[in-house]
């Protein structure tokens, strides 16, 4: 019997986005602007970094398991705290589902190219994994519904989608969940929902409470709390009672806890990253179109650039290096052909688009 089991063998790690100091000292750059990581550009929220200093001096004490922030969202909600469950960012929670529920022989299903942090957890459990094509670069859940059977476990819906940006609408979610059995469970992930709130197709999971779905979402993007791994779920309380019991006690951190109750009171933060986001959005995918580039209409805080082949854009992402703009190529999204870009402050989109501008003139590389 092997030390290492063949489906760990066979795992191909997350591997994360280049980090702008890593690109400054590769190519010898003065100034690197990062759009690849879907990072709030305006950084944290002030109250939360203001709720870390005052927390300092608790860090001899072991952390509540995220309670108190359990219960901050069970009020905000009106819940009980037996539906809220707090972890290391959604993917820790995610981690978390997948060790709870999945059995040997159940499986998994999900869109093609979804999101590679819970594809990674998946298939780390050794199950099946089984996904079907976008429709128009969005979910198709009728064909997904259609691929339900009886060893299928989790369906993982991502609303909106990363890496696309795209949604699905509360009718075709309804028209979906007709044909999910009690049994399968519904992972909905909205990590990015804050910025599809404003477009009245798009469902708030909130507004529909099932007893088969946990609603993951995150403090890494609008809140700007990616580095210190905060995050949440709503569900069946039995569903929660569950996972509580294979969670690390201790998670989430007291430092990340605190951060999480005060962001989650930052209105005007939240206000100015939605504001900063959309005209971001507007100008990219405006001045992107005008030079040629197919752009997928998003829904979130980053555009996604499908292109002519996987070669286009591998010299579209090495040549937007070269000029200090760091964007995900996602190869391992299994989108070799595509590009994603963050929106980032006025000023580092206009960098993007001037950069852009001047190797397309040079390869015509939206061709």
């Given at each position: 019997m092997p030390l290492v089991p063949p489906y760990i063998e066979s795992l191909q790690?997350?591997?994360?986005?280049?980090?702008a100091e890593d690109v400054r000292r590769e190519y010898g750059l003065e100034r690197v602007i990062k759009l690849a990581s879907n990072e709030n550009p305006l950084g944290a929220s002030p109250l939360a970094v203001q709720a870390l200093r005052e927390n300092l001096e608790r860090l001899n004490l072991y952390p509540n398991g995220g309670l108190?922030?359990?219960q901050v969202l069970a009020r905000q909600y009106d819940l009980k705290v037996e539906n809220v469950i707090a972890g290391s960012g959604s993917e820790g929670i995610m981690s978390n589902i997948i060790r709870a529920f999945?059995?040997?022989?159940?499986?998994v299903l999900t869109t093609e190219a979804a999101f590679i942090g819970f594809r990674?957890?998946?298939?780390?459990?050794?199950?099946?994994?089984r996904t079907v094509p976008y429709r128009d670069w969005a979910y198709d859940l009728v064909a997904l519904a259609g691929q339900i059977n009886e060893r299928t476990k989790i369906v993982y819906l991502a609303n909106p989608n990363n890496p696309t940006g795209t949604i699905f609408t509360k009718h075709e979610f309804d028209e979906f969940y007709r044909h999910v059995p009690e049994r399968v469970l519904i992972i909905l992930d909205e990590a990015y929902f804050e910025y599809a709130t404003d477009n009245p197709r798009y469902p708030n999971s909130?507004?529909?409470r099932y007893d088969n779905v946990i609603t993951l979402r995150t403090f890494s993007k609008i809140y700007g709390l990616a580095g210190i791994r905060i995050g949440y779920g709503f569900a069946h309380e039995e569903l929660i009672r569950n996972l509580l019991k294979v969670k690390l006690p201790f998670e989430p951190s007291t430092l990340a806890q605190a951060a999480g109750i005060a962001a989650l009171s930052d209105r005007e933060f939240v206000h100015r990253s939605l504001e900063t986001n959309a005209r971001g959005i507007r100008f990219l995918t405006e001045s992107l179109r005008g030079m040629g580039f197919e752009v997928v209409a998003s829904e979130a805080n980053f555009l996604m650039l499908p292109m002519s082949g996987e070669r286009q854009a591998a010299a579209f992402v090495q040549s937007l290096l070269e000029e200090g703009i760091v964007v995900r190529p996602l190869n391992a999204f299994g989108l070799p052909q595509c590009v994603r870009i963050s929106t980032g402050t006025a000023e580092q989109n206009e960098r993007c688009v001037e950069a852009i501008r001047k190797i397309a003139i040079q390869e015509e590389i939206c061709k």
């Open positions: 790690p997350y591997v994360a986005g280049r980090s108190e922030l359990r999945l059995c040997d022989e159940d499986e990674v957890l998946a298939e780390s459990r050794g199950v099946k994994y909130m507004h529909y």
